[in-house]
């Protein structure tokens, strides 16, 4: 149920309002027909607001943050899952297309190749002077030697990641 947490949280700031202005006509009315007098006024009213309304209010503001907070991430999920049903089903795509069909950054769909490759859920190699990203199956790749793009010596660059000190192409494992 993604958004059901901002859905709460604007119903009880909604209800902590009604609550707390239905609570100041209480105490006011009170007041000016002489039955309530300014001590039981101010006790009502840090009662009432302080352990009804303000809680409201607050659990309310706190559940409609972390559901935009959610969205976003989860924004971020469907754009990374998309990226790699575009790049499993076609084997190879430049990566120019991706940024026009993903509507994002050359910076943003590298950031989210390295984030698919971090979790184990891509494996391929990029090659920077054409732009073009390949998905290539982990086991062709592990214990390779040799770059598949230009076939000059690799070298380890990190984590998961095999840099071509030739051509520059990024191979993940």
């Given at each position: ?85 575009i790049?499993?089903?076609q ?45 290539v ?37």
């Amino acid at each position: 149920m993604l958004g059901s947490g901002r859905v709460i949280g604007i119903i009880l700031v909604f209800a902590g309002i009604i609550i707390g202005a239905g609570a100041a006509v209480w105490l006011l009315t009170g007041m000016n027909e002489g039955t309530l007098r300014g001590s039981g006024a101010a006790l009502g009213f840090v009662l009432i607001f302080g352990v009804v309304v303000l809680p409201l209010i607050g659990g309310g503001i706190y559940l409609v943050i972390q559901g935009r907070s959610e969205a976003r991430e989860m924004a971020g999920i469907h754009q990374q899952q998309e990226l790699l049903a575009i790049v499993e089903t076609q084997g190879k795509v430049k990566i120019s297309d991706l940024v026009l069909q993903l509507k994002s950054t050359k910076d943003g769909v590298v950031d989210d190749i390295h984030a698919l490759v971090g979790r184990g859920l891509f494996s391929g190699y990029i090659d920077w002077q054409s732009g073009t990203l390949y998905s290539v199956e982990a086991s062709k790749l592990n214990g390779r030697q040799t770059c598949p793009n230009c076939g000059g010596q690799l070298e380890i660059a990190g984590k998961g990641v095999i840099k071509c000190p030739y051509c520059g192409a990024e191979i993940f494992v």
